[in-house]
């Protein structure tokens, strides 16, 4: 374990170059050999494979609310959480050089930057045909190819790609915050001031999900966050994901998890780490 | 009133024609006009305007998950929920004649219809690029204009555009629902087989939540769906969206609404209406 703390640790995060996930990771580790992947799934698979230490991905965003391809990995893939990162995220409309505002009617972006600057788009151009890409980095360095288009993205974007940042902050929210999870084989030791995750499933009768929770009301554990997905293949059963404040080893912590094994059909713990400063 | 039930009603979907979202409000209304709305707030706005007596949006996938346009729309727009909806959806690989598999390398469709398919798209298609449009028919009529693209649509749009089905039942779930609302200045008399739709939130504080359902399972009301959505403007602040076994005038759901009043910070009925069938 020591030696292997000396060497820089291999960190994979949602690429290319340029992205808000990369922001964050480099956030979490300050000395790190980065190295993007094309999506999602393909960092969940380079920790996985163990191609590298730990990856970093995005799973929640203040405004437009969770990325499911992180939601629905987490369910089915055995990494753990060891760490939470959070960003501000501030979007820019970005062009080729000489393109004004009217001539856009392609607007490239990732879906979550087009949805936190939805009332934007919608205000400013009604009828732009929206195309989704893999990351906001991808949309600038596509503005070469595409026509009386423009871009949601970063201004180190723009730069790199020398593209024209036509107007800044554009995000509906000038609040605009990401999570971002750093997964691994392991999760984190405790600091005292922790969170853990984990995803359940309730019985589908009346009062299930509420004797679920007081689980955690009758020890006072706070929940930062529950939401539900869809059960895939059982239309309208849902799975939980939820947030508490506190580490696994807590003895609260402790107790409310071996309950809900009793009051729920299933349980999987993602983690417990420090909460994101 | 009489003679208004005599007349045709105007109903206003989510266009253009061949969506799913018509074949939700043929269902509903076996006698009506059907006028197709390029979004969804496009027909929210309809109905408030008056511009039709009722709107049909799509809210759910039981694959996906929900629709947060349509959420979005329903906490900020006064019309109520009269109506529910429920369709198998089934997708298709569409191309233009004499197109092959391998020529592929664009894959248009909805952003729903993209996500109900992404397994089958990143085995047969691991680098195309995707797409967002604003429904399965635009895509399939788009086909026309793009190079070496498919969509991903129904059967009677292709057929509509002259295109051709080169795959059949590409969606990633089988048993794949999704749920429309009926929109309408005021909700449905009970029927004795009724849901209510409503959103509130609760304090920040340990128990919030779990004090709030407790008023559903006391009364053995049955929860049929929760879901969070990140409150604007106030990061990691969540409004709930609820939907519950009952019509709002019956005594045991008024009384629960009543004591929701009590220990929620924010209510908003949403509104009563027969199940889907």
């Known amino acids: 374990m020591r030696k292997r703390e000396m060497v820089k640790p291999r960190v994979a995060y949602l690429g290319p170059e340029g992205t808000f996930c990369e922001q964050a ?152 915050l990401t999570r971002f999870f750093v997964l691994g084989e392991v999760d984190a030791r405790p600091t005292g001031r922790d969170k853990t995750s984990l995803i359940f499933s309730a019985k589908h009768i009346p009062g299930a999900l509420y004797r679920v929770l007081e689980i955690f009301a009758v020890r006072n554990i706070n929940l930062t966050k529950i939401e539900s997905r869809p059960e895939k293949g059982k239309p309208w059963s849902y799975v939980f994901f939820l947030d508490f404040e506190g580490h696994r080893t807590e003895e609260k912590s402790n107790e409310a998890l071996n309950a809900m094994k009793e009051r729920c059909t299933y349980i999987k713990l993602l983690g417990s780490y420090p909460r994101a400063q």
């Not at 730990?54 to 629905?72: F, H, K, M, R």
């Not at 000489?98 to 600057?117: E, F, G, R, W």
């Not at 190819?145 to 554009?170: F, W």
Request: aromatic share 4%.
């Open 25 to 176: 990771a480099r956030k979490q580790f300050s000395r790190a050999a980065l190295i993007p992947y094309p999506n999602i799934a393909g960092v969940f698979m380079a920790v996985e494979k163990r191609e590298v230490d730990y990856g970093a991905v995005p799973v929640e965003n203040s405004t437009e609310g969770s990325v499911y391809a992180t939601l629905d990995r987490l369910l089915e893939s055995n990494l753990m959480i060891c760490g939470e990162v959070e960003l501000k995220v501030a979007h820019n409309l970005i062009v080729k050089p000489n393109t004004s505002l009217n001539q856009i009617k392609v607007i490239l972006s990732h879906p979550q930057a087009l949805a936190q600057c939805r009332r934007f788009i919608e205000n400013t151009f009604p009828d732009a045909e929206l195309r989704e890409v893999s990351s906001t980095a991808k949309a600038v360095e596509l503005l070469g190819s595409v026509d009386n288009a423009a871009a949601i993205g970063t201004e180190i974007a723009a730069e790199r790609s020398k593209m024209v940042v036509l107007k800044k902050g554009i995000e509906d929210e000038s609040n605009n």
